[in-house]
Structures are given as structure tokens and as C-alpha cells.
């Protein structure tokens, strides 16, 4: 790795454009001039152009010289990089889900542009995918592909200004909070969501509001200025009062902790509140909570799948590529659908319990056989189901609530 750094460095540091720019830009210059001279005197233009001759002839060998630095660097680099990085086939499957379901990663690849707000990005894609509609490989396409869910996933939906509002808005509380240490516009979007955020047993709201108390008694946007602390804390003190008070039914102990932090101002990182009041990592974590939150209540997982996929796939690849290798010498083959007979070891983070084992039937459920999820949200597997409604209304077997079967929703896993 020492030495493909070099390289890099080198690459950098001595065969970069910037010296080709200047001599390019240094035979613009004396051709612009000639030109003017020549307009202001069409009689001098033939002295003029022979005047010109030698300087240009000599400014296009300068460009050639400083393009031969160039050439050698990248050689250089890209040798080092071969040397690092042997060329290694990727492992192959007989069945290749990225293009049998184009449609699916093309929303994927749309879903993951908004949600960086990469907005220009995502509608110039999102455009040229609607021009040139995929087409998936048909002798690719699994059994049941009848059943497939992309043809209502469409990216049209996706076209829709709600959710390019939605994902903008996103992005800019994100940006506020990052890069401006600005809460307010989390706190407004949290406040406007307050009961949904509760049902969902979130403690966003508070927590938002709870750093904006400590921001501000810390010193807001001058932390460093000792002499306007206690001007500082009476705006700390000024704000719980107004907004974090009708929040004491629910965080009673949260709250004491903040106003028992003010005895011991300015003393505050000796003592036991120096956790609340000096946290640098609380911003990042309430970016990353705001995410989740905002992104469930629009119905979608906390991270981009496409990065979770990718990251996966990266994690996964050396275990795939040594199990191709053992495959290929002990020449076997394996035959388990859908299933590798290898353990890929994933950080907790990346479990997403992918077996579901019906209630009812006591048995794994399959694509065949998949998991639905009644409108009072218990799951059962789609056989039980259709054993428990006999084609009309049923009771869940889990609560008192009725439904149709046609109301069942399949999970995918
Ligand atoms: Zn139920």
C-alpha cells in the first residue's frame, strides 16, 4: 500500500495538468494577439504571422513536454495499482438479480440519489429512465416472476413532487443541523409531527429540544466567551421555560438533570452532568435518530438500501470469491436455492431477519408460501391465511380485529 501512496502523491504533486494549462493558455495569449494586431493593421498581418511562427512552434513543444510527465505518472500509478490490486474475476451466480429486476434497481439507484439529496442528479436519472424504460433479461426472470413486485413499484411514483418535497425538506433540516448547528428547523418538523412521533414511542421531540437547552446555555454560536455566560444560561433557562415544560410528564428525571446541572455552572465538566453538557457525538446521533424518524414516517428504512446492499456485497466479496476458488478445485457445486453454504458474518446492524416462521402453521415461510400481514398488523403465512378466511371475513387469530384476505399485504424479506 507505502508504495501505491507514493505514487498517488507523486501523481499529485508533479504530473497534474496545471503546467499544460499555463502553456496552453501562453498560446491562446500570442494568438489573440497577433489577431488583434493584424485587426488594428491588416498591412502588418504578413510580418505579424511570421513573427508568430517561432513562439508557437516552440509553446506546442512546452504543452507536449509537460503531457510526457503526465503520461509517465499515470503509467506509474496504474502499474503500482495492478500490482495491488490483482485482477480477479468476480464471483458469478447462474442468476443474476440486478438484471433480471432493472426496474427495482433503477428506484433503488433513484431512491438512494434523493435521499443524499442529490436532487438534480435523481430527476436527470429518474428522466432517462422513464425515456428508455428497462427491460429485464427474460431467460433471467426466477419461476414466480408473475408475481414480481416491480411492476406496481414503479419509478413513476417516485417522479412525484410530493416526495421530491418530502426528501428536500429532509435534507435541508440535515444540513441546518450538521453543518450550521441550526435545531430549529429539526425542532419545527419534530413539533408538526409531535403525535405521530409519540405513537411511535419516539423521543425525538424531546431529545432535539433537550440539546437546544444545552447549545444555548453552553453558548450557542459563541461557546468561548466566558463573559456572556450568564446571559447565555438565562436564554437556557428562557427557552426550557417556554418550550421543553410541557415535556416534564414524560421526562421528569431528563429534566431535573438539566436544571440541577445549573448549580454546578461553571464548574459543569467536573461534574456529574458533563456527560449532557459536554457530548460532541450527541449531534451526530440526533442526525442519525432525525433520519430513521423521518424516514419511517414516510414508510421507508432508516438507510438507503442501496448502500446497505453495496456494503454488504463488499463485506461479503472475499468469502464469495475464496468459496468460487474451492468450488472450482474440488469441482463441486452447490445446488441450494437461494441459500450459500457458506456463513457470511455481517455486523449486527445488518440482520434483518430474513427466516419469519408462520404462527399458525408453524412453518418457514417461502416465496411460494410468503409472509402477509393482516391491516391490524399480525403476520401470518399466506397458505394459513387463506385456510383461516375461506375467501370472505375472518378473525385475526391474534386480536379481535376482522379482515379480508384481499386487505392482506405481502412482506418481503
Ligand atoms: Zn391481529
Known sequence: MEALLEEHKKLARKSNLSKSLEDVQNSIDL???ARESIAADPNCARVTLAKLQAPVKQSFEAVNSDLKEVYKGLGNYSKALDKKFKDKPL???DHDALSSHPALINRAVAMHLL?????????TFLTDATNRPPHSEPQLRTPNSNSNPEDDLGIDSLKSEALRKQFADMYHILHAMKYERNLLPAIDWARANSKLLETRGSNLEFELGKLQFVW???GGPNPIDPRSRSQNQQQALQYAQRDLVHFQGRYLKEMTQLSGAMAFSPNLSQS?????FHNEGAWEDLANSFTREFCSLLGLSADSPLYIAATAGAIAL?????LQTIMKEKRTEWTTQHELPVEIPLPPAYHFHSIFVCPVSKEQTTDDNPPMMMPCGHVVAQESLMRLAKGSRFKCPYCPNESRPEDAKRLYM
Open 91 to 93: 464471483p458469478s451466480t
Open 216 to 218: 444555548l446555555f453552553t
Open 318 to 322: 472475499p468469502t464469495l470469491l475464496k
Open 31 to 33: 494568438l489573440v494577439q
Open 115 to 123: 435521499r443524499e439529496g442529490q436532487f438534480s442528479v435523481a430527476s
Open 272 to 276: 456529574p452532568y458533563r456527560r449532557i
